[in-house]
């Protein structure tokens, strides 16, 4: 590790870590476009859903828990798997991260692009916007990400909290009237409250609701991005855990409580399921259908800041990632370059947006021919991060799991052994059933994108094993990477 130049300043509380994990995981937005994924699957059942996913990511979460209690690092699980399974598994884990804050930055960008059109075309701005408009804004978005990713990590971070909490409290607003108008029995269509979303649907098995719970699992993801701040944050030991803890908690009851109103809102029966299932935002067309038109069109401009903040969340996340691999001569040193005003590692974020922004264009190039370039561009690349994205968490799952348990622990910790045995097995399941069946026609690709991209990290690590070798040593000079002190049976977020 190069000791000299500028460093990655401690300046963050424990609010400006939440925000980067919240920001990514983007609730508001999640809410608006996910749930719809899972109606065909498990009709009205998709709240249900989300309580088992809330389950299976606190199961995950712990494995964050433990491994930021005890070790603080740019690289997030580059320094947290290379420090418990080695280098070359941390360089492969670290890779593999990039690529999932870089695809869903594709994903958010384009997410913002597409809202935002519908929001400028419900307020008579731009009367029904051709589909490449939302590459036009995904661009735009992308630039201001740039601009604020360089700018120093304190502001940043606190946009993040402003543009995510702003949008969650306004949903949560919404969800309030829709529940008191459905309670008091002034509803569209004569709605009103039920319980039945919590119930599996007659000729529902366990496994087809088990689909469900995939997708439920996947709108989680991001919960886990404040482990890039662990050289900013200023009680990184303390700080980092409980905001990734708190983060899987909040995100649980806030996606339970606004899927089983949206639910309750668009109704439980077929039509309402259906008018659910093609829902292009919706709590922004509850916003319309309970309260006005101009609801739905904040709603919408909302989710579309949302979004911003989200792409803005996966560019801070890369870039740290990039800036740790390239610090240890993983990376081209120039991605290693802070800025010695701003304290941000301003050559990181130059490659890390600037792939957004050329997958952007290339993926839409490939996908021209669909009906909707943007969306399949959208649909494309937050399946190929989210496939990268499950093989990172089983490689940080075993990692905290050899960190706690071998050689020894004490009693107290063993009876923990089932949290990351129950969370591994829900990570392979959730990757079987994403490649088995193996996707036909053009989402074939998909799942050979992300192989071919841990693949590269793999190569890497074999045919230059001197550097991988380099950066082991590095990593357990870093600070804080260094296993000084055992963890103590009770020590918890």
Not at 35 to 48: D, K, N
Not at 244 to 249: D, E, N, Q, Y
Not at 322 to 342: E, G, H, M
Request: charged share 10%.
């Amino acid at each position: 590790m190069d000791a000299g130049g500028p460093r990655l300043r401690r300046e963050l509380n424990i609010w400006e870590t939440i925000g980067i994990s919240v920001a990514l995981m983007a609730p508001s937005m999640a809410a608006n476009i996910n749930p719809q994924g899972t109606v065909g699957v498990v009709g009205r059942a998709i709240p249900l859903t989300f309580v088992l996913a809330t389950v299976g990511v606190l199961l995950v979460s712990w494995t964050f828990v433990r491994l930021t209690q005890r070790f603080h690092h740019s690289g997030s699980v580059y320094g947290f798997v290379g420090a418990t399974l080695g280098p070359r598994a941390g360089v492969v884990a670290g890779w593999g991260l990039v690529g999932t804050y870089t695809f869903y930055g594709v994903v958010t960008s384009m997410a913002a692009g597409r809202i935002f059109s519908a929001f400028l075309s419900g307020i008579g701005a731009w009367s029904n916007p051709p589909d490449w408009a939302a590459f036009v804004i995904a661009a735009i978005v992308l630039a201001g990400v740039f601009v604020l990713t360089v700018a120093p990590v304190r502001r940043g971070t606190r946009t993040l909290l402003y543009i995510e909490g702003a949008t969650v409290i306004l949903i949560l607003l919404v969800t309030l009237v829709v529940f008191v108008r459905l309670a008091a029995g002034t509803a569209p269509g004569g709605l009103g409250l039920t319980l039945t979303p919590f119930s599996v649907p007659s000729g529902t098995d366990t496994s087809t609701l088990f689909l469900g719970v995939v997708f439920g699992f996947l709108s989680f993801a991001g919960f886990e991005a404040a482990a890039t701040l662990g050289e900013e944050a200023r009680e990184p030991r303390r700080d980092i855990p409980r905001a990734i803890l708190g983060t899987a908690i909040f995100g649980g009851l806030f996606f339970i409580v606004v899927t089983w109103v949206e639910v309750m809102g668009f109704g439980t029966d077929a039509n309402g399921l259906q008018a659910f299932g093609s829902s292009n935002a919706l709590v922004a067309d509850l916003g319309t259908q309970y309260v006005g038109s101009w609801l739905g069109d904040l709603i919408s401009l909302g989710a579309s800041v949302s979004a911003f903040g989200c792409a803005l969340a996966c560019a801070v996340g890369a870039s740290r990632l990039v800036y740790a691999l390239a610090r240890d001569d993983v990376a081209p040193k120039p991605l290693a370059r802070v800025s010695a005003t701003r304290g941000t590692p301003e050559g990181a974020a130059v490659a890390v947006v600037g792939t957004m922004l050329a997958l952007d264009v290339i993926i839409g190039l490939l996908y021209r021919g669909e009906e909707s370039p943007s969306l399949a561009t959208f649909v494309a690349a937050g399946t190929i991060g989210t496939l990268i994205l499950l093989v990172v968490y089983v490689l940080a799952t075993i990692g905290a799991t050899r960190l706690v348990f071998f050689p020894r622990a004490a009693a107290a910790v063993r009876a923990e052994i089932i949290i990351p045995i129950l969370g591994l097995a829900l990570l392979g399941y959730t990757l079987w059933r994403n490649v088995i069946p193996f996707p036909e026609g053009s989402a074939r690709w998909l799942p050979i994108v992300a192989a071919l991209w841990l693949v590269a990290a793999l190569v890497f690590v074999l045919v230059r094993s001197d550097v991988a070798r380099r950066a082991g040593a590095q990593l357990t000079e870093a600070e804080g990477l260094a296993t000084e002190r055992p963890l103590p049976a009770g020590e918890g977020a």
